[in-house]
């Protein structure tokens, strides 16, 4: 707990756009596509969080002879939060584990998307799990915020 001190506090100090949209929570991060998904898979495994998986979507499209812009998908989770999850619900496993995604619009903007588990409480209408949700959501929340801080 100690240790989250000193981040809480560059984080409250950091300014950062953040949009709640369609489900989706997104920060705008003044990092390329690539630093912004270094940065966040780095914090997250500092933490002791798996990392499961990265996805380079535009690389792939590029494997294909397609163009895209700068999009990065990180799947990761802890097995002990998405268990207590899946009991109370399921059919939540079809979104876990977690991912964010990083990209770049239109405009060489780019932003880190994740789910809203309240969206996801909702979705699968999960009774019984306000204490997990609350700890994921805190959690998708500082991660998000320490990646993109400068």
Known sequence: MKRLIP????????????VADDGLVKYQS??????????????????????????????NASGVNLTLRPTEVIIFGNPKVGTRLMQCAQD???DLPQKVMVTEDANHLVWLTYNNPDYLKKRHQVK??????NKISGL?????KAAIAK
């Open 7 to 18: 981040l809480a506090l560059v984080l409250f100090c950091t300014s950062f756009s953040v």
């Open 128 to 133: 019984g799990c306000d204490e997990v949700f």
């Open 30 to 59: 003044h990092y390329s596509v690539k630093e912004t998904a270094d940065r966040f898979e780095n914090i997250a495994k500092s933490k002791g969080i798996t990392v499961f998986a990265r996805i380079d979507h535009q690389k």
């Open 92 to 94: 939540i496993a079809i």
């Open 140 to 144: 998708l929340k500082t991660l998000s």
